[in-house]
């Protein structure tokens, strides 16, 4: 569905329902309105685990891994109400599609399988959740009573059923909850961790184990406390985003202000903000200036000017002036509620890897159960040993063969990542593209407004037959009255160096060529060399100075009368003062090849690629001609990125293995193209992702295998006698643990 959209935007100019054909794909393009809807609804359900704009969404807490997520998903189809229902554990949310089952019997049933609920709503969504006190009291007292138990055990006065009764009572009120969970699931036809623990913990008091049953339980309830609230600060980045802006403005009515909820405010509407305070809307500024630090938004670490006309958005921060805004979107609408929905989304998409051990942990456990039935009896009819011998081996082989560390290893990571980048202005739309973006070897650029400013500055200014000022001042006079950007690159020129404009009269525009306007009694020309070979005006000393700044690039504007030339003005497109220092920093972070590709000639192509060290670069492509040239990478076999404005450059995002876009903030067309997003209009933020996203395929990798070879090795431990069962439960939620920890270190990463 990205990539639909993606070649939708290609095609953005044609009003009509034909078909055209992008990257061997079909694609129908729409009319504007329903193309729009078609956006908006693919917004909703284009992700895998997302279900429809019907679906009501809950905040599920008490979740230790996916397997419990996928325990309460077959708990709640088991309901008749229940249409859909999809439980990430990655985001701890429930989305329900029901007929008439009202909030409270959902959470009361979520409660049933051993987990707390709360609907969301726009206020309920900012809310941090309660901490589990019932879990943490139970905990204590089962860890109280188990220590207890062990002391009574040591003094030969204690009788021994008084210290069996303490042991009980440990696993009874640590055990509690598992055991209800573990009930739900089986009941549901889930076979999760809480079984597993149930299981092995009655079995270790079937045999007398009541210490061993006793230490199990409140090792998984202590384990399972640990990694809920580890769990919970990675949940915290997109609360965090939530918090960005401030649940009421001031309202300007007449002359007076009062104070409204955002949700109350409409477009059209006056806010005022003062210094220091957070923007509560987008909008324009009607009145006043000031400057304003759009960080949280955009990632840009240094404040912004803004004047009457310019644009800001909610969440940014008010530095200097007061200043009133024409609120132009409403609350659900701003730039920060869209960043806060696509990361939401995006954390709840699964990346390949995810996607594969989670298959693979759904044929494993029931695979590893047979296999500890076959451990129990088998060797004991075979006379190997004796039955309560194989039965403890066979429960310590049902401990470790919790696949949680395994399955949780990738999630967790994928969220950490895609926080972190969200809070440094960023937006990766899955884990799919996070893993792309770590296993990038080529970046092609677009030139224009990408690597360069995008619009004309004035390079040089050669003096022919005058002083620079005079040659300024006269283009000055001549170009004031035009719209044209070459004529406003030379007026910003000539008000940069404070040289003042001429008195001037009866001005003309010379179409396709130039202007003209007379100067005291003189009349002056402004324009093309050609303008002044029509007037008989011999530049044959200048030709080759002429040519060769023609061919790096520039625009010239030449300076004179019907006679003489007084000077030249060189206009050129001007690098992005971010562009070199990012691209070192790409190729620091490893990336092997930097690609312009552009539609200007091969002279200006590489004279810019000298200023910003692209390796290589194509010129004089049209934008097919770019989707060939990523192509020609792709075949060479690199993994390649493509970064640009995501409408211009929609075919060659689209083509790409990976579509960035620059600019997402102030364009619902970036944030609906790409694949990721620079919500900034500069490249500041792009070595960083590349970093992030390699860094979260290193700790994806390093949690796969430490799990793996914690199984392996407890499991090598079990058959000696070695592994004892509080020792498995002690590897299965020490090893969760530290994968949790291990992907957090994402969420500390710093630009």
């Known amino acids: ?61 008490g979740m230790d891994c996916s397997s419990c997520a996928k325990s309460l998903e077959k708990h709640m189809q088991a309901l008749p109400a229940v249409k859909e ?56 007292i089962s860890g109280v009573l188990l220590a207890l138990g062990f002391l009574a055990s040591l003094s030969p006065s204690v009788s021994p059923l008084v210290v069996t009764v303490l042991y009980a009572l440990s696993i009874i009120s640590g055990g509690y909850r598992p055991a209800r969970s573990a009930f739900y699931a ?87 903000v003062k210094p220091g305070e957070k923007i509560p809307l987008d909008g324009v500024i009607v009145h006043g200036t000031s400057s304003v630090n759009q960080a949280p938004i955009t990632g840009e670490s240094i404040p912004v000017d803004k004047l009457v006309g310019d644009s800001v958005f909610a969440g940014s921060v008010n530095e200097s002036g007061a200043v009133e805004i024409k609120v132009t979107k409403l609350v659900e609408d701003t730039a920060i509620a869209r960043i806060i929905h696509l990361v939401e989304e995006a954390q709840e998409k699964k990346a390949p890897t995810q996607a594969f051990v989670d298959k693979f942990a759904e044929i494993y456990t029931p695979i590893v159960l047979v296999l500890a039935l076959f451990v129990i009896v088998f060797p004991p009819l075979l006379g190997l040993g004796t039955w309560g011998e194989w039965f403890y081996r066979g429960l310590e082989l049902l401990v470790v063969a919790c696949p949680c560390a395994l399955v949780i290893s990738t999630p967790v990571a994928i969220v950490s990542a895609i926080g972190n980048a969200a809070r440094n202005g960023v937006l990766i739309k899955g884990g799919t593209f996070l893993e792309k973006a770590g296993a990038i070897t080529a970046i092609a650029f677009d030139k224009t407004g990408t690597l360069t400013e995008g619009k004309p500055q004035v390079a040089t200014v050669i003096e022919m037959g005058g002083s620079e000022d005079e040659v300024v001042s006269i283009a000055r006079t001549i170009e004031e009255r035009s719209s044209h950007p070459i004529a406003q690159a030379i007026l910003t020129y000539a008000k940069q160096k404070q040289v003042a404009s001429q008195s001037g009269q ?55 009368t019907a006679t003489k030339l007084i000077g030249m003005i060189a206009v050129a497109d001007t690098i992005r003062e971010i562009t070199v220092s990012a691209i070192g920093k790409l190729k620091a972070a490893g990336i092997e090849d930097i690609v312009m590709l552009t539609g200007d000639n091969a002279g200006t192509a590489k004279k810019v690629a000298n200023q910003t060290g692209v390796n290589r670069y194509f010129a004089e492509l049209l934008p097919q001609d770019k989707v060939e040239a990523v192509k020609r990478l792709q075949q060479e076999g690199k993994v390649v990125a493509m970064v640009g404005d995501g409408i211009n450059d929609a075919p060659a995002l689209a083509s790409a293995d990976l579509g960035i876009a620059m600019g ?88």
């Not at 005291?520 to 000393?541: C, H, I, R, W």
Request: with cysteine; aromatic share 4%.
């Open 664 to 751: 997402g903030a102030g364009t619902d067309t970036a944030m609906e193209t790409a694949d990721i997003v620079l919500m900034a209009d500069n490249l500041e933020k792009l070595p960083h992702t590349m970093k992030v996203s390699r860094k979260a395929l290193t700790i994806i990798k390093q949690n796969i295998w430490f799990s793996i070879i914690v199984k392996l090795v407890a499991l090598v431990l079990i058959f000696p006698g070695y592994l004892t069962l509080w020792l498995a439960v002690l590897s299965d939620t020490g090893a969760a643990l530290l994968v949790i920890l291990n992907s957090m270190r994402l969420l500390r990463m710093k630009d």
């Open 85 to 140: 229902v999809n439980v990430n554990f990655s985001t701890g949310k429930m989305q329900l599609v029901a007929d008439g089952l009202e909030a409270d019997v959902v959470v009361k049933e979520v409660a049933k399988a051993g987990y707390s609920a709360m609907l969301l709503t726009r206020r309920t969504a900012k809310a941090v959740p309660k901490t589990d006190q019932a879990g943490t009291i139970l905990t204590t």
């Open 506 to 560: 009866d001005f003309k525009a010379i179409v396709g060529k130039g202007a003209s306007a007379v100067i005291g009694a003189e009349t002056f020309y402004a324009g093309k060399p050609a303008l002044f070979q029509e007037l008989g005006v011999d530049l044959s000393a200048w030709q080759t100075k002429i040519e060769s700044l023609q061919s790096e690039g520039h625009t010239l504007v030449v300076i004179g």
């Open 1 to 61: 569905m990205a990539e639909e959209r993606k070649k939708e935007e290609c095609c953005s100019g044609h009003q009509c329902g034909s078909e055209h054909k992008h990257a061997g794909k079909i694609l129908t393009v729409l009319e504007p309105a329903a193309a729009a809807t078609a956006t908006a609804t693919a917004t909703a359900t284009e992700s895998a685990g997302i279900l429809s704009s019907h679906a009501v969404v809950y905040r599920v807490t």
């Open 186 to 272: 089986i009941k549901s036809g889930s076979l999760d961790m809480n079984v597993l623990m149930s299981v092995a913990a009655v079995g270790a008091a079937l045999i007398g184990e009541w210490l061993e049953g006793a230490t199990v339980v409140w090792l998984f309830s202590i384990g399972n406390l640990l990694q809920t609230k580890s769990i919970e600060k990675t949940r915290d980045s997109i609360r965090n985003l939530m918090d960005l802006a401030p649940p009421e403005a001031w309202v300007k009515v007449g002359e007076s202000l009062t104070r409204k909820p955002v949700e109350d405010i409409a477009v059209g509407q006056v806010i005022v």
